[in-house]
């Protein structure tokens, strides 16, 4: 380490700090009222102002270089979060344009449509003048996420394919009173500027396709991948567990298998991170241990190994916490060419960060980027302090005692957020950890070894059966664990100021724990104290129950939790109201003697007919129309409904809709 680490590492981890909260806190607060090109210049006077500090030899003003460095840093995320959020951000037109783009991702099969991110390049604009009728193609530039449906020729599209299509495009949609999880912004800072839905005759495949980027070929190479994996006979939740495990893909995982997981709070394992990294640097370490011989060989292998990872980290799509691992053994490596000291690991999980946020600023409202940290963090500074509670005299002890010691610092670490985004705590995350690090071992190993030796007869087959053994048996361990009694706390939501709350209390906890003093404890105790406080007065307070029709169902909502109601033929009592969701042919050209009173009518894809059919039978108080009908179709239905004098309300604008709240 450098003779006075303390100069390098806490100036760092303030100023990474400092941005971290510039970027939080412009996008919460200024991003509708600051435009970036505003804020960078704020930023270049700050830097000035910094500069001519630094220069001065004025002995007094050094406190004032240091806030003016700290508020040029808090400026250089604020400015860069909202240059980012220009570049996402889009005025899409409210009609079907024809748009044309290049699928980025590889599509997938989501309900009866195909699904992938598509790179709008340019949209088609027929000029006012009829009588010029005069077309241009104007430049975009965004990414939208679009949904399409299969022709009647069955024509596929690929990764890297040029489309063209005509469609709605809109700003992806939220719903935080339904389903407590903003999508439309989560969205948003994934680079998603829009969502469309182009029905079949509505998109064509464009030729040639334009020439494939680095990170196209590596989806690609993972799709050939996958289907390797199928050829060696794998499927269901084996081939699941071996895809997200080896190559970060979690398509094939089912509800259920992620419920196992959680439960046993073994969900780290199949989203890669700093674990499987560990893992493979350990696996090609030992391959390229022959170059180790050469005069220059050990140099040598730490290039080929740092050009290894970055391969697998654009394999498995670049994923904030798999970027975070390799970017730190990256900096690890270059550290070891200047110095033969070692390389502070709380520098170097700083510097990765503000590396990080550096290139890409909306990394910190990742959720993965997020816990991703926050475990590096908690690993170093909590497990040593932990491990010291108890020193094992056999190297069994030592593995145990070690692997509970992490374990329990990345999840006390993690807690808060945890509970503020997922709601539920795994009782015996321990026990799991014991068994799921060597497996995944085992499951990688087995998997590198089918790839070398897979097509020799009798080992190869030897090498596939070990790998589908391992992972049957990993996920037989995981699922006894999920079912033992307790093994999940649920509906344990905290607000974010109880998770803000709570990591003030580790904190807290942790500097009492390295000196004690009665104001540490006292501070400690007063925040248990508010924290007990805001908890009772949250879950004390009255709470609203209510209905919604989201996604052609109508779902019921009581506190935390939102469950979907049935009915064989679609049409719900709650309470005093009525509620028919209408979203095929049944009611297409009936007639009632006497009509039905409904006082909402959900009409969805799917439906056939038109409101002046409808009227003969129900006796409609107020029509809900579902974002997933034909624009043209539903510009029909909301001509009949102002022509028959009939409220109506269309979802796209709020995502869901309440129709009942009660105390």
């Known amino acids: 380490m450098l003779k006075n680490a303390s100069y390098i590492i806490y100036p760092l981890f303030r100023l990474a700090f400092s941005m971290a909260a ?39 003003w050094r406190s004032l270089f240091g806030y003016l460095a700290t508020l040029s840093f808090f400026l250089l995320g604020g400015c860069s979060v909202l240059y980012q959020q220009s570049r996402i951000d889009y005025l899409w037109p409210q009609e079907a344009e024809v748009y044309e783009g290049v699928v980025q991702t590889v599509p997938y099969l989501k309900g009866k449509t195909f699904r992938a991110e598509v790179t709008v390049t340019h949209r088609l604009e027929a000029s006012e003048d009829t009588c010029i009728r005069e077309k241009r193609w104007l430049p975009v530039r965004r990414k939208i996420l679009l949904y399409w449906i299969l022709d009647s020729a069955g024509t596929s599209l690929q990764c890297g394919d040029r489309i063209c299509f005509h469609a709605t495009v809109s700003r992806p949609v939220s719903d935080m009173n339904l389903t407590g999880f903003d999508y439309g912004k989560y969205l948003f800072r994934q680079g998603i500027s829009g969502t469309a ?127 975070r691992a390799v970017t730190m053994f990256t900096l690890y490596v270059l550290a070891s060419w200047v110095s033969e000291e070692r390389f502070s690991g709380f520098l170097s999980v700083t510097l990765t960060a503000f590396l990080m946020l550096v290139y890409q600023p909306m990394y910190l409202f990742d959720i993965s980027f997020q816990l991703s940290f926050v475990a ?6 909590l497990y040593p302090l932990i491990s010291s509670w108890w020193s094992p005299r056999n190297r069994i002890g030592t593995y145990v005692w070690n692997a509970l010691s992490v374990s329990l610092a990345a999840q006390l670490g993690t807690l808060p957020l945890i509970l503020y985004y997922f709601g539920a705590f795994p009782t015996y995350f321990l026990l799991a950890n014991l068994v799921v690090g060597p497996l995944a071992c085992c499951i990688l190993c087995a998997t590198l ?26 996920n037989v361990i995981m699922e006894s664990v999920s079912s033992l009694d307790g093994s999940q706390l649920t509906a344990i939501h905290l607000s974010a100021f109880q998770a803000l709350l709570l990591f003030l209390l580790l904190g807290a906890v942790y500097a009492y724990l390295h000196r004690r003093s009665a104001l540490r404890l006292m501070t400690c105790l007063g925040i248990v104290n508010v924290f007990l406080v805001i908890g009772i007065w949250r879950y004390g307070r009255p709470f609203s129950d209510s209905f919604y029709l989201y996604r052609s169902e109508v779902y019921h909502r009581k506190r935390f939790e939102a469950e979907v109601l049935s009915s064989a033929n679609g049409f719900y009592r709650l309470d005093a109201l009525k509620v028919a969701v209408l979203k095929d042919s049944t009611w297409r050209k009936k007639q009632a003697a006497e009509k039905l009173a409904v006082d909402y009518a959900y009409i969805c ?59």
Request: charged share 20%; aromatic share 12%; with cysteine.
């Open 449 to 474: 070894g089918a790839f070398l030796l897979g097509n020799l007869p009798v080992v190869g087959a030897g090498v596939i059966w070990l790998l589908t053994q391992t992972t049957v048996l990993l």
């Open 376 to 381: 590096v963090y908690s690993i170093l500074l």
């Open 605 to 663: 894809r799917g439906f056939r007919g038109n409101v002046e059919g409808l009227s003969r039978v129900f006796e409609i108080r107020q029509v809900v129309f579902d974002g997933s009908l034909n624009p043209s179709y539903r510009e029909s239905l909301k001509a009949e409904c102002m022509r028959y004098q009939i409220p109506f309300a269309e979802l796209p604008a709020e995502g869901s809709y309440r129709i009942v709240r009660k105390y």
């Open 197 to 323: 839905l182009a029905f079949e005759g509505h998109w064509k495949r464009l030729q040639p396709a334009f020439m494939l980027t680095w990170k196209q070929r590596a989806l690609l190479l993972r799709e050939r991948l996958l289907e390797q994996y199928r050829n060696w006979g794998l499927e269901g939740d084996v081939l699941a567990v071996v895809s997200a495990l080896t190559v970060g893909e979690k398509r094939e995982l089912t509800e259920e298998l992620k419920a196992v997981y959680s439960a046993a709070g073994t969900s780290h394992v199949l989203a890669l991170s700093g674990l499987h990294v560990g893992m493979i640097v350990g696996i090609l370490w030992i391959l390229l241990a022959p170059l180790k011989r050469w005069r220059h060989g050990k140099n040598v292998a730490s290039v080929l190994l740092v050009v290894c990872l970055w391969m697998f980290a654009l394999l498995s799509g670049l994923s904030a916490s798999v970027v």
């Open 22 to 60: 510039g970027i939080f806190l412009f996008d919460r607060f200024l991003s509708d009222r600051l435009s970036w090109p505003w804020a960078f210049g704020l930023f270049g006077i700050a830097v000035v102002l910094t500069c001519a500090c630094f220069r001065s030899s004025v002995y007094r």
